[in-house]
């Protein structure tokens, strides 16, 4: 479904994806881990056209989507940091998006869900960080994409929220969705992830399923099975 | 590009901000008429205002709107919707809504003291039409600077710098080569370095056009040659035009190769 070939990205002297190749096929949750710094905010953004590679292609449902925009449709984005214009109402930037997108939505069961009901008049400056990831989500989940972008999902919320969250993704998965997930809460990723992609140095350095990065690893514990895999940066 | 137009100005039309500056220009016109109770008077000192003023407010909002919405920026990227046409929303619509508290600020008192029943109506478009270019130009002179630097502060800083060469710097350079160079013919140079600076541009568009030239002296000869003419007119709003339009195609070329 996505393909990355030879994807090359320097900030100035900092060369943060040198010569990436992935694959990731169509359906699951692919965690994509690695330490503070390794390319994995750039790579999702490479992804939706947000920076712009040096070299290389990167293939979505089989069409280059470099220099396009059209494809995003197909396409829902969690940014990592939730930020919005303060002097709009939740109920407002929700309609905006929506307005935006030549596309059916379904809100009103993730603002439920998430307990946005007494926020949507409410101005997004006065909201509260959680409040404000909350909004982020059900943004980013009430379009039917094939594709599914989750940056550091869990930012900020409670422990309800996270497990309505929790449910969520597994409800798009069992739909059949592709879903891309950074975080570092291992827990997390231990729990709903199929898949871990593991970055270093702005290649892959891992790719397959936890269990095999376990056996890999001789390491039943993810937590220590990943920070073995990042000692070897330290070293 | 409509939708994102739309909603940049809701959201400014929103902020406390474009009410302030709206009152200060409704105050402002207030004042002037009814101290002066001369409208040709008033639209002498109001150039003054506006000439300085809406350059600096156009620069500050332009590089303020594009730092606060960075985020808000990022999630229009990741929808179905190109690049530049987020960028010339937004920049429409800072450049409209400053418009709007300029033309209304100024408008309603000046509608209220009888303006449409006074010589003194095609002086006071003629400001506002100057008003407006500033207001585009400014902003996408801002817009430029802030697409150009990542760091808010130093974004910031250039922004004022620039607003402050042209306003003042520049004069005071032309003022000196004039005083230099005064034993050679100056009036192409003086013509051609008036042309490259919106500021002075617009402030002698205005002044010819009030009948005042005299106060100018001999380069005002030249200029009133010049300026007075159809031709000169045309040649002096072309050239406001491409003030607007440059910054702007810079805007989209820088556009094209950016990360955010």
């Known amino acids: 479904m996505i393909e990355f070939k030879n994807l090359h990205k320097r900030f100035g002297k900092l060369v943060v994806l040198d010569g990436l190749d992935l694959e990731i096929s169509k359906g699951g949750i692919f965690a994509i881990l690695g330490p503070n710094g390794s390319g994995k905010t750039t790579l999702i953004k490479c992804l939706l056209g947000m920076v712009i590679p040096n070299k290389g292609d990167i293939i979505f449902d089989k069409k280059s989507v470099l220099d396009k925009w059209a494809y995003r449709n197909n396409l829902n984005y969690l940014p990592q940091i939730a930020n919005f214009p303060p002097n709009l109402t939740v109920i407002e930037l929700i309609n905006m998006v929506k307005n935006l997108r030549p596309k059916d939505s379904d809100t009103e069961e993730l603002i439920e869900l998430f307990g946005l009901k007494?926020?949507?008049?409410?101005?997004?400056?006065?909201?509260?960080?959680?409040?404000?990831q909350k909004v982020n989500i059900v943004l980013a989940f009430m379009f039917d994409s094939d594709l599914i972008v989750l940056d550091e999902p869990t930012n900020g919320l409670d422990p309800i929220a996270l497990i309505h969250l929790k449910e969520i993704i597994q409800k798009e998965k069992d739909k059949g969705k592709t879903i891309l997930i950074t975080t570092h809460i291992m827990s997390f990723v231990d729990e709903v992830a199929d898949e871990i992609v593991f970055l270093l140095d702005g290649k892959i350095y891992f790719k397959g399923t936890i269990e095999a990065l376990k056996k890999q690893t001789n390491n039943d514990n993810l937590e220590h099975a990943i920070a073995n895999l990042i000692a070897k940066q330290y070293a | 590009m409509l939708k994102?137009?739309?909603?940049?100005?809701?959201?400014?039309?929103?902020?406390?901000?474009?009410?302030?500056?709206?009152?200060?220009?409704?105050?402002?016109?207030?004042?002037?008429?009814?101290?002066?109770?001369?409208?040709?008077?008033?639209?002498?000192?109001?150039?003054?205002?506006?000439?300085?003023l809406t350059p600096l407010i156009g620069t500050i909002f332009g590089v303020m709107y594009y730092y606060n919405s960075k985020e808000f920026t990022e999630l229009l990227l990741a929808q179905p919707i190109k690049r530049s046409k987020i960028f010339m929303g937004q920049y429409l619509g800072i450049s409209i809504s400053l418009t709007l508290s300029l033309v209304l600020g100024l408008g309603i008192p000046f509608v209220l003291y009888g303006l449409f029943k006074s010589a003194a109506i095609f002086n006071f478009s003629l400001l506002l039409v100057v008003g407006t270019f500033l207001n585009f130009i400014f902003v996408a002179l801002s817009y430029n600077i802030a697409l150009s630097t990542e760091n808010k502060i130093k974004g910031f800083g250039y922004a004022i710098l620039m607003w402050l060469f042209l306003a003042v710097i520049y004069d005071g350079i032309f003022l000196i080569s004039l005083v230099v160079f005064n034993s050679y013919p100056l009036d192409k140079f003086s013509l051609i370095a008036t042309m490259f600076n919106p500021i002075d541009l617009s402030r002698i568009l205005i002044l010819l056009k009030l009948d005042i030239s005299a106060l100018l002296?001999?380069?005002?000869?030249?200029?009133?040659?010049?300026?007075?003419?159809?031709?000169?007119?045309?040649?002096?709003?072309?050239?406001?035009?491409?003030?607007?339009?440059?910054?702007?195609?810079?805007?989209?070329?820088?556009?094209?190769?950016?990360?955010?």
């Open chain 2, 217 to 260: 002296g001999y380069t005002g000869a030249v200029f009133r040659k010049f300026f007075g003419t159809n031709f000169g007119m045309f040649i002096s709003m072309g050239v406001l035009v491409l003030w607007v339009l440059l910054p702007v195609l810079r805007m989209n070329l820088k556009l094209r190769k950016k990360d955010f």
């Open chain 1, 118 to 132: 007494s926020s949507l008049d409410k101005k997004l400056g006065n909201l509260s960080g959680g409040t404000k």
């Open chain 2, 4 to 52: 994102i137009l739309k909603y940049s100005f809701y959201d400014l039309m929103r902020s406390r901000w474009s009410y302030v500056y709206f009152l200060f220009y409704l105050i402002l016109g207030f004042v002037l008429l009814f101290l002066n109770n001369d409208v040709d008077k008033a639209v002498i000192t109001l150039m003054n205002i506006i000439i300085v």
